[in-house]
């Protein structure tokens, strides 16, 4: 399973069920990587940051790719699937959604740092979909995040999966098995 490379990205919009699938992937002992956004969300409001989507977007996207590098160099050592909960390719989608310009570095890093041809992607799920303190996007802005994914993914090579629409741990075994 995943033998070329057993970097695992799990993508797609916000409130799609992301987070909680890699939740049930890391209870059954496989490593993960937690999603860059709402964390980096986090950090800088509580310092009081600019790097935030509705402040300054570009420096938002510059420490999601920070993010993401460290997090691809952090899973070397595994002998295991690493899972990631949105990846390299992501910080292009965000770009695209907000019509910035793709800097030629975040391409660069994109072309550099592979992970499976394999992607799974959430589609986008209303019944599941809440807003919070760090997820301010209306349903509409998730179902536009899921196609800027599928451009982003799509145009990098890699291959997409579309996860079922079903519960957390039905949807790890969707990828386990090597669907």
């Known amino acids: 399973m995943y033998s070329e490379n057993k970097r695992i990205i799990i993508t797609g919009g916000p409130g799609s069920g992301k987070s909680t699938l890699l939740d049930s992937l890391r209870a059954k002992g496989f490593p993960t990587a937690t999603e860059a956004g709402r964390a980096i969300i986090k950090d800088q409001v509580a310092i009081g940051g600019n790097a935030l989507p509705w402040k300054d977007r570009e420096s938002f996207a510059e420490l999601m790719l920070n993010w993401e590098l460290r997090s ?10 690493f899972f990631f909960d949105r990846g390299l390719p992501d910080v ?12 030629a570095h975040i391409e660069r890093a994109i072309e550099l740092f592979r992970y ?6 959430a589609p986008p799920w209303e019944d599941i979909f809440v807003q919070d303190t760090e997820r301010k996007q ?4 998730a179902v536009q995040t899921f196609h800027a994914m599928v451009e982003s993914y799509s145009r990098h090579g890699y291959n997409l999966i579309r996860l079922p629409l079903c519960g957390p741990e039905e949807r790890a075994e969707f990828i386990l098995s090597g669907q």
């Open 72 to 81: 691809w160099h952090e899973s070397a050592q595994s002998k295991t699937p």
């Open 92 to 103: 292009v989608g965000y770009l695209a959604l907000c019509n910035l310009p793709v800097p």
């Open 116 to 121: 499976s041809q394999t992607v799974f992607i």
């Open 138 to 141: 209306s349903f509409k802005e």
